[in-house]
Nanobody, 117 residues
Framework: VQLQESGPGLVKPSQTLSLTCTVSGDSITTTNYYWSWIRQPPGKGLEWMGAIDYSGSTYYSPSLKSRTTISRDNAKSTVYLQMNSLKPEDTAVYYC??????????WGKGTLVTVSS
């Protein structure tokens, strides 16, 4: 499974971030697979943001749930992340990852998002 994140490198505070994870090598409806978004702010650890599973059910980190939406397009083999009301502290490298349950066996290379005016 190959994952490729894409999106804007720079977003202004209060704006909405939209990221795309393009999947190849497997179907995003593969039974028991979960497709997660994780981020890593500069100098800090990884933070799990949320996931969408093979059936389309979504799961979110409680701390980000109010600002985050994860969705997918089966025909395009794409998983999306939207986060609104961005703050400078949302600056991070954003990754998508996938695997059976929450194993996250497969990772994209990540995309850096900077929140700055």
């Amino acid at each position: 499974v190959q994952l490729q994140e894409s999106g804007p490198g720079l977003v202004k505070p209060s704006q909405t971030l939209s990221l795309t994870c393009t999947v190849s090598g497997d179907s995003i409806t593969t039974t028991n697979y979960y497709w997660s978004w994780i981020r890593q702010p500069p100098g800090k650890g990884l933070e799990w943001m949320g996931a969408i599973d093979y059936s389309g059910s979504t799961y979110y980190s409680p701390s980000l749930k109010s600002r985050t939406t994860i969705s997918r397009d089966n025909a395009k083999s794409t998983v999306y992340l939207q986060m609104n009301s961005l703050k400078p502290e949302d600056t991070a490298v954003y990754y998508c990852a996938a695997g059976p349950s929450y194993s996250m066996d497969y990772w994209g290379k990540g995309t850096l998002v900077t929140v700055s005016s």
